[in-house]
Each structure stands twice: as C-alpha cells, then as structure tokens.
T-cell receptor, first 112, second 115 residues
Framework: TQLLEQSPQFLSIQEGENLTVYCNSS?????LQWYRQEPGEGPVLLVT?????EVKKLKRLTFQFGDARKDSSLHITAAQPGDTGLYLC????????????FGAGTTVTVRA | GAVVSQHPSWVICKSGTSVKIECRSL??????MFWYRQFPKQSLMLMAT?????????EQGVEKDKFLINHASLTLSTLTVTSAHPEDSSFYIC???????????FGPGTRLLVL
C-alpha cells in the first residue's frame, strides 16, 4: 500500500488546457516535494513545500500543501507539450528520518 | 542548483558478475545519500540510506550483502550489485542531501541490464 496516493494515474489533455494532479495521504508530512521525471532520467525537483496551507507558483505551475500537511496538489495552467512527463509527489517525515515516500506517479501527456 | 551525477549511465553485464555504480554530488557536500530502484512504469522504491563514514541502513527486504553501499566521502557514494542476476535488471537512481530535512537532489540514473 502506497503511503501517498496520487490521482489520476494517467492524464492526456490538449495543449492549452488546464490540469490538476492530486497527492493524498492519511499521514502528516514534514515536507512534500514534487518532481518531474522524463523517460530514462532521474526525477527533477520542481518544488518543496513545508508549511500547511502553503501555495507556491512556478510560472504556469501552482503547488498547494494542505492545511493539515496530509495532501498536496499540482495545477498546470495552459499546458504545453513540454509539460509532458511523469509527475511524482514525495513526502518526508521527521519520524522516519526524512526518508522520502513516493507516490505512484501521474503520467501527463499534452497533445499539440 | 545542486547537481548529482551517476556513472555509468547504463551497463550490460553477464549473470554472476558484480557491477559498481557511482553517485557524486558535484557542487555541495552530501552528508546523506539514498539509493532507489525503479521498475518500468513504477515509482521509486528506496533501497538504502547512507551517511558519510557510517554503515548504510537498508530498507526491509533489501539484501545488504547483495547491494553493497559505501559512502566514503561527502561527495561520493557507491552501490555494488554483487553476483548480479537478470532479476536485478532495473533503473537505479541515487539522491543526495545535506542531511535532515534538506531537499534530496537526484542523479540521472543508471540502467542495469543483466543477461
């Protein structure tokens, strides 16, 4: 059983549309990271959130950490083909020496 | 930004041989390094955590005698897959952090194929 549940598992949209990926857990996390991974490459860090209710924006990407620090969301506005990739959320807990628990990932495909 | 490299990027070996994978933090001192493996279409699974100068801590189900980890310096950790078998074929990824709650930065991964 995954500690972090990501949804949806797959997402295919047209260029210009918006999308949201969710990351949910019953556990509280000290920090939560979002990564994007291309095939055959390692994950690339997009953002780290540590405060409940925190919202961070990175150009067309908006990240939110839930008030209770159990869930997070990634919203992409006006998606572009370059946004295609595997999006992973990962949470760290002080009680687990900050080791990261990864969600199963969301495969996003943006069609031109 | 923090850069982590891995070498080799891919390796093909015969069953029974040992393979060493290097993970280096290029522009920061990594007190902690992590080793993950990732099967196709799946997420990352943590194998072990290593702190510089200490023995690695392995996750449940990971054989420490099979996957030897050495974190000899603040910029280098190695993973040796001993007596590799086809079921060890996978994508191995390391990450490095300055320790504690600090963000982990990932290497580009090493694709291992055991024939």
């Amino acid at each position: 059983t995954q500690l972090l549940e990501q949804s949806p598992q797959f997402l295919s949209i047209q260029e210009g549309e918006n999308l949201t990926v969710y990351c949910n857990s019953s556990s509280v996390f000290s920090s939560l990271q979002w990564y994007r991974q291309e095939p055959g490459e390692g994950p690339v860090l997009l953002v780290t959130v540590v405060t409940g209710g925190e919202v961070k924006k990175l150009k067309r990407l908006t990240f939110q950490f839930g008030d209770a620090r159990k869930d997070s969301s990634l919203h992409i506005t006006a998606a572009q083909p370059g946004d295609t990739g595997l999006y992973l959320c990962a949470g760290g807990r002080r009680s687990n020496d900050y080791k990261l628990s990864f969600g199963a990932g969301t495969t996003v495909t943006v069609r031109a | 930004g923090a850069v982590v490299s891995q070498h080799p990027s891919w390796v093909i070996c015969k069953s029974g041989t040992s393979v060493k994978i290097e993970c280096r933090s290029l522009d920061f001192q990594a007190t902690t390094m992590f080793w993950y493996r990732q099967f196709p279409k799946q997420s990352l699974m943590l194998m072990a955590t290593s702190n510089e100068g200490s023995k690695a801590t392995y996750e449940q189900g990971v054989e420490k005698d099979k996957f030897l980890i050495n974190h000899a310096s603040l910029t280098l950790s190695t993973l040796t897959v001993t007596s590799a078998h086809p079921e060890d074929s996978s994508f191995y990824i390391c990450s490095a952090s300055s320790g504690g709650w600090e963000t982990q930065y990932f290497g580009p991964g090493t694709r291992l194929l055991v024939l």
